[in-house]
């Protein structure tokens, strides 16, 4: 009997994980390959991000990375935010996903993910209000960047870019004066 249970066991795992990969879900991450995908890329993002506007995709340019990753798979800007509804990540939401350069999950796996890694207490999302969210990542907009970083995007997720629209007004919001 116990070794039946077992085999019953192995058996579904191993069917889990087929699925997984066949989905594209695997370690968390919707996208198998992700972290492949994404780390020929890393340092010509980190590079460029630290260069032109001196942050990164967590610390400053979240809202160029989401406005360069939605201008190639489409979607709408959203931010994490706090218990007091103060925004303090920018993502992209796509087809009940949510995205940004540490890859797609869904919102409530997304949100324990980017809390952990960036101690941050984020407890739900909301459609970006360019008037009050992210406001210094406003400051540092720019959509040379951005368009270079999208293009990045473009080369490694292929499979997944819509026609892109360069300079989407709603990615980034109002340009700062």
Not at 77 to 89: I, M, Q, S, T
Not at 99 to 114: E, M, Q, T, V, Y
Not at 120 to 136: Q, S, V
């Amino acid at each position: 009997m116990l070794i039946k249970l077992k085999s019953t066991l192995k058996s579904a795992m191993a069917s889990l994980i087929s699925e997984g990969r066949k989905e594209g879900c695997l370690g968390g991450a919707l996208i198998t390959d992700w972290e492949e995908r994404i780390s020929s890329i890393r340092d010509s993002v980190y590079g460029d991000l630290g260069t032109t506007v001196g942050c990164g995709p967590f610390d400053g340019g979240c809202l160029i990375v989401a406005g360069a990753l939605q201008s190639v798979i489409g979607g709408d800007l959203v931010v994490l935010v706090r218990p007091n509804g103060f925004a303090d990540h920018a993502a992209v939401l796509k087809d009940g996903l949510l995205w940004d350069f540490s890859g797609p999950l869904p919102p409530a796996k997304f949100i324990s993910r980017f809390n952990k890694r960036e101690h941050a207490e984020c407890a739900g999302f909301r459609k970006i209000n360019y008037d009050t969210d992210l406001i210094e990542a406003r400051e540092i907009a720019d959509n040379s960047l951005q368009d270079r970083l999208a293009d990045l995007f473009a080369e490694v997720l292929p499979d997944i870019a819509v026609e892109r629209n360069i300079h989407q007004e709603h990615s980034q919001g109002p340009t700062p004066s």
